[in-house]
């Protein structure tokens, strides 16, 4: 089970303006990179007692942008990077809840949030900006890009069934892993 929270916080933006989202509390952060892999230990929250899942993972993908103006053009510098929050996610206290394949699953979750990084990496860097256009263009790049972004989540739980379909949950692995080589120029 996944939720994805792309966020963005707005401010009056001009030359030297900065924008930024930081998490609470950077030790219940995981930052995506290629060799960190989640581990049970990560899962802190408490489980609900009423839900059907047997794992949750909460994870975000936090931005900072700035612009300079330099003879007229304006050029934005993008700081983006997925996270997995430790203390919103949760695995049930179970041993049939705690296997390897679903830690899988929930690991792939993780990933698509750094494919969604990656992609949201490639629209805005692509793009070309304003002063006028500066801040609609990245809210509209990135609202194309969240509901990109949640619409693969759901698609990935549903076709797999939550990780129970083997044959699914193997194509979407694969499918992860093509995707963020794919990607790789997009990388942080």
């Known amino acids: ?58 994870t975000l993908i936090n931005m900072e942008y700035s612009a300079t103006i330099t003879e007229g053009k304006v050029i934005p510098s993008f700081k983006i990077y997925a996270a997995f929050n430790r203390r919103r996610s949760w695995v049930k206290n179970q041993k049939e809840a705690r296997t390897p394949e679903i830690l899988a699953h929930e690991q792939a979750h993780f990933d698509i949030s750094e494919i969604t990084a990656r992609r949201l990496r490639k629209a805005l860097l692509t793009e070309t900006y304003s002063r006028k256009s500066l801040e609609q263009k990245i809210n509209s790049i990135y609202q194309v890009t969240v509901q990109a972004g949640d619409e693969m989540q759901a698609l990935y739980d549903q076709e797999s069934d939550h990780g129970l379909n083997k044959a699914q949950q193997l194509k979407w692995s694969n499918r992860v892993k093509n995707e963020l080589s794919e990607l790789a120029n997009y990388a942080r």
Do not use: C, V
Request: charged share 15%; hydrophobic share 45%; aromatic share 18%.
């Open 1 to 58: 089970m996944y939720p994805l929270f792309l966020l963005l916080l707005h401010l009056n933006f001009g030359p030297g303006n900065f924008t930024s989202i930081q998490d609470d509390n950077a030790s219940d952060t995981l930052i995506w990179q290629p060799e960190t892999k989640l581990h049970w230990d990560d899962f802190l929250a408490e489980a609900p007692s009423r839900n059907s899942f047997a794992a949750f993972t909460y």
